[in-house]
T-cell receptor, first 115, second 114 residues
């Protein structure tokens, strides 16, 4: 089945220790997104890639970076995690181009704990 | 301008009842309104979506009602079942090349009790 896969599902890191979360997709979608979702809150878009074109949301902290080495993979790097970065991180994909918004397909998320 | 307000925050419905979740928006440029369903430990999944050129869309037990003049839309779940217990998010976005941001409401946690 075509899907969005996130690894790991659970990640524990220490305060200030860099961490990388990964996302892969078999949908061959050209747009990939990273969202942060804190407990009982709505998902908040951090950034997205349209193919290799990176688009950062204005209020995304510099502490968060992303890489997309190819169509299938996208990584979220948190350079110096703080306690406030503990959250569920969701990867999503969609088709792109044209003038219609396309359905976003979400992965199961990575639950990040910062100790 | 970008906010989507969702209510109620939580909802308890008896099995077989109707669940109603409401959303309101300010940005008149929004023209795509999806609803997402999220189970604990899972990512959100698209449930149903509507564009403002129609006032209602129905898919099985799920119906979106849309009131363009009031800038409100709602999700109705008929014959609610325990398996519908989840968090529901309304969202809105603007069509157009290069516009990929979904603005989510804060979510409604639905519990359907037997």
């Amino acid at each position: 089945d075509a899907m969005v896969i996130q690894n790991p599902r659970y990640q524990v890191t220490q305060f200030g220790k860099p961490v990388t979360l990964s996302c892969s997709q078999t949908l061959n979608h050209n747009v990939m997104y990273w969202y942060q979702q804190k407990s009982s809150q709505a998902p908040k878009l951090l950034f997205h890639y349209y193919d290799k074109d990176f688009n950062n949301e204005a209020d995304t902290p510099d502490n968060f970076q992303s890489r997309r080495p190819n169509t299938s993979f996208c990584f979220l790097d948190i350079r110096s995690p703080g306690l406030g970065d503990a959250a569920m991180y969701l990867c999503a994909t969609s088709r792109g181009g044209g003038t219609l918004p396309y359905e976003q397909y979400f992965g199961p998320g990575t639950r990040l704990t910062v100790t | 301008q970008q906010q989507v307000k969702q209510s109620p925050q939580s909802l308890i419905v008896q099995k077989g009842g109707i669940s109603i979740i409401n959303c309101a928006y300010e940005n008149t440029a929004f023209d795509y309104f999806p609803w997402y369903q999220q189970f604990p430990g899972k990512g959100p999944a698209l449930l149903i979506a509507i564009r403002p050129d129609v006032s209602e869309k129905k898919e099985g037990r799920f119906t979106i009602s849309f009131n363009k003049s009031a800038k409100q839309f709602s999700l109705h779940i008929m014959d609610s079942q325990p398996g519908d217990s989840a968090t529901y998010f309304c969202a809105a976005s603007v069509s157009g090349a290069g516009s990929y941001q979904l603005t989510f409401g804060k979510g409604t946690k639905l519990s359907v009790i037997p």
